[in-house]
């Protein structure tokens, strides 16, 4: 029994029940060529992360996709379907942590007899740069965004993952191309996890670069590389080692401080006083990746502890629910916290 979608003129979804209710077989086509493409992926990617992560058979040929599973599974891959489609025609481009974000929602929601793929997701905040369009993917990214919206100086910590760094670099070069700040300074404390860098040569950029790749990573996602260049090269961007902040006031500009779980407590309360007039200040990192000496203080946990109930501060908790990379890093992540919560008597199988 075919049944038809006039709301919205984009796809007809066929279901035949086959067997005893065992499994369903759903077939839907796109009426644009060109988006049921985007819409399965390159060499259907999107499809395959669908399939793994919902347990049903997805195969495309050319605007239809023909869905076989449980009943259950397979509404829910036709969900995720209509609802990444209904983003395509708005104009939004697709990349994994959208599809990941929409699989995660349609098994967040309860079984719906009527189903609005327009209203399937949530109205997340979004962040409009001249590139590129970035939005909130979890509800964790959304009260992100939020705070950065609202408050001068916000602490984003979580687990790796999570679009810290991402939406905080995002949010600067938003203020910067608005006008709203005349400069982007970057900083990051040069403690290496674990390892022994050793003596870097070159000038203080190319010192600093390999702490900072993945913050140039995300400022190249978000600019022009001609614009990122000139930026760097006139001092609108700024590269600024933690070491060589102190006397420094930074006014009208957005301050990034990434990985800040590995500043000690008088680094943190350093850096937290150069925030000058119409500025912004972003910290970021993963208290649970603290790379200082033995028995050194955080100054990213003592700050978020100190400064809890001071107006006009954001923090903003990530959890594994919001990890937007590879759907193992979730997995990965989760086990992780699990393990830290678990007793050390019991991890190593002692009663």
């Known amino acids: 029994m075919a049944r038809s979608r006039p709301d919205n003129g984009s796809l007809v979804r066929s279901p035949e029940v086959i067997g005893e209710g065992a499994a369903t077989q759903i077939v839907m086509a796109f009426d644009d060529n060109r988006l049921a493409s985007a819409l399965f992926g390159q060499y259907g990617q ?19 996709v023909t869905i076989e599973g449980s009943r259950e599974a397979c509404e829910q891959a036709s969900r995720v379907l209509e609802s990444l489609y209904e983003q395509l025609k708005r104009g939004h481009d697709l990349v994994p942590g959208d599809v990941e974000g929409a699989i995660r929602l349609v ?15 949530p109205n997340f905040e979004e962040i ?23 408050c001068p100086l916000v602490f984003g910590t979580g687990p790796a993952g999570t679009g810290k760094t991402w939406l905080a670099v995002a949010y600067a070069v938003q203020l910067f191309e608005r006008k709203e700040v005349d400069r982007i300074i970057l900083s990051r404390p040069a403690v290496e996890a674990g390892e022994r860098l050793g003596f870097l040569p070159g000038d203080m950029r190319e010192k600093v670069d390999p702490y900072l790749r993945p913050i140039y990573d995300a400022l190249f996602d978000m600019m022009d590389a001609r614009i990122v260049e000139r930026a760097l090269q006139s001092g609108e961007i700024e590269i600024a080692p933690l070491a060589f902040m102190r006397g420094r006031t930074l006014s009208n500009a957005a301050v990034i401080l990434d990985e800040a779980q590995n500043t000690s407590a008088m680094q943190m309360k350093m850096f937290l006083t150069r925030l000058g007039e119409n500025s912004r200040m972003m910290v970021t990192g993963d208290p649970s990746q603290v790379d200082l000496p033995p028995g050194q203080t955080s100054g990213l946990s003592e700050a978020v502890r100190l ?45």
Do not use: C, M, W
């Open 46 to 64: 999107n499809l395959a992360s669908i399939e793994r992560r919902l347990g049903v058979v997805a195969d495309s040929r050319g605007n239809q």
């Open 107 to 121: 098994i967040s929601q309860a079984s719906l007899f009527d189903f609005d793929p327009a209203a399937a997701r």
């Open 128 to 150: 409009n740069l001249r590139k590129r369009l970035v939005r909130a993917r979890t509800a964790g990214q959304d009260a992100y965004v939020r705070a950065l919206k609202r």
């Open 307 to 351: 400064l809890a109930n001071v107006e006009g501060i954001g923090h903003v908790v990530f959890t594994h629910e919001d990890v937007v990379r590879h759907p193992l890093v979730a997995r990965i992540v989760a086990a992780y916290e699990q393990a830290a919560a678990t007793p050390a008597h019991k991890r190593e199988g002692r009663d």
